[in-house]
């Protein structure tokens, strides 16, 4: 199947900072990505859905300015958390479709982001 | 609007014994319909999944699930667990091939017990 990879799997970072996020399809082109958020023993919450080369949409409650996403190409999306909080430690985790007719989504490893 | 209901957040099962996990889900139109599964600290990862044809999908790992239109039902089953699946089981659902969201349950957790 199609690989999905993201990276970091772990970061710790100060309070304040911003920490970036890729995520990249490796032998397939992504048209749209999707970044979940996970909090412990919880489903996922889709944050937002980027296509490549337009901007993000945004789930409602999901700060935009905070929450950065870039699709600058087929294979690549970042996801950059802006002057991070402790209440923005979770497990990020991003997502590939295609429209290339196979209908399920790939998952990268996800992203565990401690802030301190 | 699509919606998928996991019915049970947590299933202890013995080790060999068989597990059901529950997935129903609601659409108007046709669907796609999935199952992930999620180690800790992990991405998720397809199980199986129903397009269309045979209502009956199967895993490699000895996991199937069974499509029933009429009951809205997209069940996943295994007649002998082991350890090794323990973990985190998410059910989910398409109308669309190509560039919306999944929607998700909420997950269950299968907890094999030696």
């Known amino acids: 199947g199609a690989v999905v990879s993201q990276h970091p799997s772990r970061v710790i970072c100060k309070s304040g900072t911003s920490v970036k996020i890729e995520c990249r399809s490796l032998?397939?082109?992504?048209?749209?990505m999707f970044w979940y958020r996970q909090f412990p023993k919880q489903s996922l919450m889709l944050m937002a859905t980027?296509?490549?080369?337009?901007?993000?949409?945004?789930e409602q409650g999901v700060e935009k300015d905070k929450f950065l996403i870039n699709h600058a190409s087929l294979t690549l999306s970042t996801l950059t958390v802006t002057s991070a909080h402790p209440e923005d430690s979770s497990f990020y985790i991003c997502?590939?479709?295609?429209?290339?007719?196979?209908?399920?989504?790939?998952f990268g490893q996800g992203t565990r982001l401690t802030v301190v | 609007a699509q919606s998928v209901t996991q019915l049970d957040s947590q299933v202890p099962v013995f080790e060999e014994a068989p597990v059901e996990l529950r997935c129903n889900y609601s659409?108007?139109?046709?669907?796609?319909l999935f199952w992930y599964v999620q180690y800790p600290n992990q991405g998720l990862q397809l199980l199986l999944k129903y397009l269309s044809g045979s209502t009956l999908v199967e895993s490699i790992n000895g996991f199937e699930a069974e499509f029933n239109k009429s009951q809205t039902s997209f069940h996943l089953r295994k007649p002998s667990v082991h350890i090794s699946d323990t973990a985190e089981y998410f059910c989910?659902?398409?109308?669309?091939?190509?560039?919306?969201?999944?929607?998700f349950g909420k997950g269950t957790r299968l907890s094999v017990i030696a």
């Open positions: 032998d397939f082109q992504a048209t749209t």
């Open positions: 997502s590939a479709r295609t429209n290339s007719g196979v209908p399920e989504a790939f």
């Open positions: 989910a659902v398409s109308d669309h091939p190509g560039n919306t969201p999944l929607v």
């Open positions: 659409s108007s139109v046709s669907v796609y």
């Open positions: 980027s296509n490549e080369g337009s901007k993000a949409t945004y």
